[in-house]
Each structure stands twice: as structure tokens, then as C-alpha cells.
């Protein structure tokens, strides 16, 4: 068995005082510092919209109340009019807290995404989709996120 190197006790109080003096001399340099790009839609050939997501539960109650039917009629009915230019829609799983009695809600979900012209007009069409759901299935909420993007097709 080959012997450990060992520092005599006297080199170690010096190295303990000096890391900390020696960490405030030079301070850690980024890795990456990137340039000052302007992050505007033109530079990459895009136009400025909005792509919002809305979340969707499926149960009402304690059980499924949305049948792949009603989605489909709701789609139909309500979101495709008001966006007819296009949207994508995913089945997910999601949960949830209820605001009423503090329990955690597991359900089936639709995560429908759509991109489009930034504006009180599109907000309100949004605002329509919502409520509609919420009356017609008895739903406590739907979630809706908007953000900024650039969008080319």
C-alpha cells in the first residue's frame, strides 16, 4: 500500500486563508457572454403574433363529462369560427387545485394551441372560447397562457 502525501499542519491554516482572497481577487468569468442581437421578429423573416395555449379538463364532477363527441362539437361550434385559420390540439393528462374543497383533481385534458394577431379583438374571441366552455360543460376554470412570438409560415 503506497502512503498517503500529507501537508505539514503548518501549509494548512496559510491555504485556508488564502482560497477565500483568492476567490475575491479574480471573480469567475462567464463562459458565454453573447452579443447584442436585436430579438425582433424581422431578423428571422417572421411577423409578430400572440400563440396562446388553453387548457381544457374534461370531467365534470368526478367522472369524464367531455366525450371525444363534445370536444369535437365544441371544436366545431365554438373554436374553429372564431380561429379558422388554424390551431393544434393535444390530448394530455393534467391536475389541478379545486378551489372549492382544496383537493388535488386528476383528469383528462385537451391542450389546444393557436397563434394569432395580437389585439383586444383576439383577447376578446379568447375570453368567448373560455366562457363558453366553462357554461357548457360546468367547468370552475380554463386556463389560458398568451405570449409574444414570431411567426413565419
Known sequence: MRP????????????????P???????????????????????????????????????????????????????????????????TVIDASGHWRDSENGRLIREPSKVLTLLAESGPATLTLLREIVDSYKERFHQQSVGLAIRPVCVSF
Do not use: K
Open 21 to 87: 482572497a483568492a476567490a475575491q481577487l479574480a471573480p469567475p468569468q462567464p463562459v458565454f457572454a453573447p452579443a447584442a442581437v436585436p430579438l425582433t421578429c424581422e431578423v428571422y423573416s417572421a411577423a409578430p403574433m400572440i400563440e396562446a395555449q388553453l387548457f381544457f379538463g374534461r370531467n365534470i364532477g368526478a367522472d369524464v363529462g367531455v366525450s371525444d363527441h363534445d370536444w369535437a362539437e365544441f371544436l366545431d361550434g365554438e373554436v374553429t369560427p372564431r380561429f379558422p385559420n388554424g390551431l
Open 4 to 19: 498517503v502525501p500529507t501537508l505539514p499542519s503548518a501549509l494548512i491554516p496559510l491555504l485556508l486563508l488564502g482560497a
